[in-house]
Nanobody, 112 residues
Framework: QVQLVESGGGLVQPGGSLRLSCAAS????????MSWVRQAPGKGLEWVSD????????YYADSVKGRFTISRDNAKNTLYLQMNSLKPEDTAVYYC?????WGQGTQVTVSA
């Protein structure tokens, strides 16, 4: 079954950290670039970060640059997003994505 399953979300205080994971199955993970995209309450989708198939090239939205790190483990078919120095405006549902395939999302809430 072709799917992406995110995990690792939760409630964290401002300044805290979380690590999101996205487990891929049913396709050749190491052949695909991957993305993280988020949707804040009442807002549209916002691209967060991309990583190429080999993991050697990464790209970030200005809003998260210097705070978030995308990575992947192709041996484990897993994509990661390390999020540090979290801000209330990072509150959103975070999705991993490739081509037209989306996960179900994981909720991240940053609040005191």
């Amino acid at each position: 079954q072709v799917q992406l399953v995110e995990s690792g979300g939760g409630l964290v205080q401002p300044g805290g950290s979380l690590r999101l994971s996205c487990a891929a199955s049913g396709f050749t993970f190491n052949s695909y670039a991957m993305s993280w995209v988020r949707q804040a309450p009442g807002k549209g989708l916002e691209w967060v970060s991309d990583i190429n198939s080999g993991g050697g090239s990464t790209y970030y939205a200005d809003s998260v640059k210097g705070r978030f790190t995308i990575s992947r483990d192709n041996a484990k078919n897993t994509l990661y997003l390390q999020m540090n120095s979290l801000k209330p405006e990072d509150t959103a549902v975070y999705y991993c994505n490739t081509d037209s395939l989306w996960g179900q999302g994981t909720q991240v809430t940053v609040s005191a």
